[in-house]
């Protein structure tokens, strides 16, 4: 079955920077669209960022833009989340997601993806 393994969380102090990997297995990978989301303690999941399949687009939260960079391998079935100046609100659960949203302006729903990492701590501490 579909399997994606999250790595590369931690502790950094703010201004800072951490980089993301998400593993997938038992997909076609290059066929989903991918997403990170967030969840801190007390919060709801949001959404922090998303490529199409082919990495032909990109969107992102506005929380994140300029910081952060969603990219993708295809031939190694990862994407990453680079994640550069990070601040203390950033601290939460990152989870990769894979879906199919048939269009790039979808990508920042949930309800969009299909199969969710464990998640992995990102915390930043002031």
């Known amino acids: 079955q579909a399997q994606l393994v999250e790595s590369g969380g931690g502790l950094v102090q703010a201004g800072g920077s951490l980089r993301l990997s998400c593993a997938a297995s038992?997909?076609?990978?290059?066929?989903?669209?991918m997403g990170w989301f967030r969840q801190a303690p007390g919060k709801e999941r949001e959404f922090v960022a998303a490529?199409?399949?082919?990495?032909?687009?990109?969107v992102a939260a506005d929380s994140v833009k300029g910081r952060f960079t969603i990219s993708r391998d295809n031939a190694k079935n990862t994407v990453y989340l680079q994640m550069n100046s990070l601040k203390p609100e950033d601290t939460a659960v990152y989870y990769c997601?894979?879906?199919?949203?048939?269009?790039?302006?979808?990508?920042?729903?949930?309800?969009?993806?299909?199969?969710w990492g464990q998640g992995t701590q990102v915390t930043v501490s002031s």
């Open positions: 490529i199409t399949w082919n990495g032909g687009s990109t």
């Open positions: 038992g997909l076609t990978f290059g066929s989903y669209d």
């Open positions: 997601a894979a879906g199919r949203g048939y269009s790039s302006a979808r990508l920042s729903s949930a309800s969009v993806y299909d199969y």
